[in-house]
C-alpha cells in the first residue's frame, strides 16, 4: 500500500513559486496521485490529480517523475491566502482497502508578507 | 465551491442525545464517504458507501450509525458519544469506487462538540 510522506511544514514568502513534494515509494501500477488544500476549519479542497508527467490546470501544476515514486505539486507565486495544509493522496479508488483513502500527515504551508 | 453539503455546520449535543448529521450532493456521485478529523489531524475514513451500501466500516464503534436513504443523501446518527467524539465530521462524495482516478470532493464539514 502507497503511504506517503510529506514535510510537515514549509514557509514561503509572497511572490514566491512553493515546490512541495510527496514520497510513496510503494506506489501501485493503478494508484493515482491527488493533492487537496485544507483551510482551518473547513473540508479538503481538491487541487490537481495525475497518474504520470506533467498535469497544469488554473491554479497548480503537478510533477511526477517517471517511476512516480514521489510527485511535487507546485504553486506559482503564492499569496497570503495560499498559507493552508497540503495533503498528498494517492489511491485507485478502485479497491475495497480503506487504507488506500487515508490521508498522510500534510504539510503546513506558511505564506509570509 | 463544494457541492456537498453538510448540515448542521455546528452541533453541541450531551452524552445522553441522540443527534445526526445530514449530507447531501447532486452530482450524481455513486460512493460517499464519512471522514472524522480531530485537530492538526488529517481526516480518517470512517465509513464508505457504494451505490447505496456500505462498504466499508473502519472499525467505527456503535454510536455511531451510518445511513444512506439514497444515492443523493448520507446521513450520519449519533448517540451516546463521548467527550473524545468532538471533532470535525467531513462528508465526501466520488464518481464511484470502481475506477481508477476517482476524485473525492468534500463538504465543509460539521463541527461537533460534545458536552
Known amino acids: 500500500l502507497a503511504k506517503t510522506t510529506q514535510p510537515i511544514s514549509m514557509d514561503s514568502y509572497e511572490g514566491q513559486e512553493v515546490n512541495i513534494t510527496c514520497s510513496h515509494n510503494?506506489?501501485?501500477?493503478?494508484?493515482?496521485i491527488t493533492w487537496y488544500q485544507q483551510f482551518p476549519s473547513q473540508g479538503p479542497r481538491f487541487i490537481i490529480q495525475?497518474?504520470?508527467t506533467k498535469v497544469t490546470n488554473e491554479v497548480a501544476s503537478l510533477f511526477i517523475p517517471a517511476d512516480r515514486k514521489s510527485s511535487t505539486l507546485s504553486l506559482p507565486r503564492v499569496s497570503l491566502s495560499d498559507t493552508a495544509v497540503y495533503y498528498c493522496?494517492?489511491?485507485?479508488?478502485?479497491?475495497?482497502?480503506?487504507?488506500?483513502?487515508?490521508f498522510g500527515s500534510g504539510t503546513q504551508l506558511t505564506v509570509l508578507p | 465551491d463544494t457541492e456537498v453539503t453538510q448540515t448542521p455546520k455546528h452541533l453541541v449535543m450531551g452524552m445522553t442525545n441522540k443527534k445526526s448529521l445530514k449530507c447531501e450532493q447532486h452530482?450524481?456521485?455513486?460512493?460517499m464517504y464519512w471522514y472524522k478529523q480531530k485537530a492538526k489531524k488529517p481526516p480518517e475514513l470512517m465509513f464508505v458507501?457504494?451505490?447505496?451500501?456500505?462498504?466499508i466500516n473502519e472499525s467505527v464503534p456503535s454510536r455511531f450509525s451510518p445511513e444512506c436513504p439514497n444515492s443523493s443523501l448520507l446521513n450520519l446518527h449519533l448517540h451516546a458519544l463521548q467527550p473524545e467524539d468532538s471533532a470535525l465530521y467531513l462528508c465526501?462524495?466520488?464518481?464511484?469506487?470502481?475506477?481508477?482516478?476517482?476524485?473525492?470532493?468534500f463538504g465543509e464539514g460539521s463541527w461537533l462538540t460534545v458536552v
Open positions: 465526501a462524495s466520488s464518481q464511484d469506487r470502481l475506477h481508477s482516478g476517482n476524485t473525492i470532493y
Open positions: 510503494n506506489i501501485a501500477t493503478n494508484d493515482y
Open positions: 495525475g497518474y504520470k
Open positions: 493522496l494517492v489511491a485507485p479508488f478502485s479497491s475495497g482497502s480503506a487504507r488506500q483513502l487515508t
Open positions: 452530482m450524481g456521485h455513486r460512493a
Open positions: 458507501y457504494s451505490y447505496e451500501k456500505l462498504s
